[in-house]
């Protein structure tokens, strides 16, 4: 398991790959909101990075009521702070 340290050296280094996004209504019908790229990226290149809902340790136990016990998208930080990247 990685320290909080080595996730914000990964965290930093996956940031300063990004193509920062426009985020704008989507081209799909009914499907909100769309990240579009400023720039032209390859098509293995990182253009995005959305970790989630961040929820504070001390509200977990609130929180953690409401949310859905099957969600997938729900993980922990290494501080006790929960993603919630469903949201």
């Known amino acids: ?7 914000v050296l ?3 280094a996956l940031l300063n790959e990004c193509v920062a996004p426009r ?4 081209t799909l019908s009914g499907a909100g ?5 400023e720039v032209d990226a390859a098509s293995d290149q990182l253009v995005a ?15 953690l009521q409401f949310l859905d016990k099957n969600n997938t998208y729900l993980c ?9 990247a469903s949201m």
């Open 76 to 84: 922990s930080r290494t501080d006790g702070t929960l993603l919630d």
């Open 23 to 26: 985020v704008a209504p989507s």
């Open 10 to 12: 990964i965290t930093r």
């Open 1 to 7: 398991q990685m320290n909080h340290h080595e996730e």
């Open 49 to 63: 990075l959305y970790p989630g809902v961040a929820i504070p340790r001390e509200l977990c136990p609130t929180i």
């Open 33 to 37: 909101l769309g990240a579009y790229a």
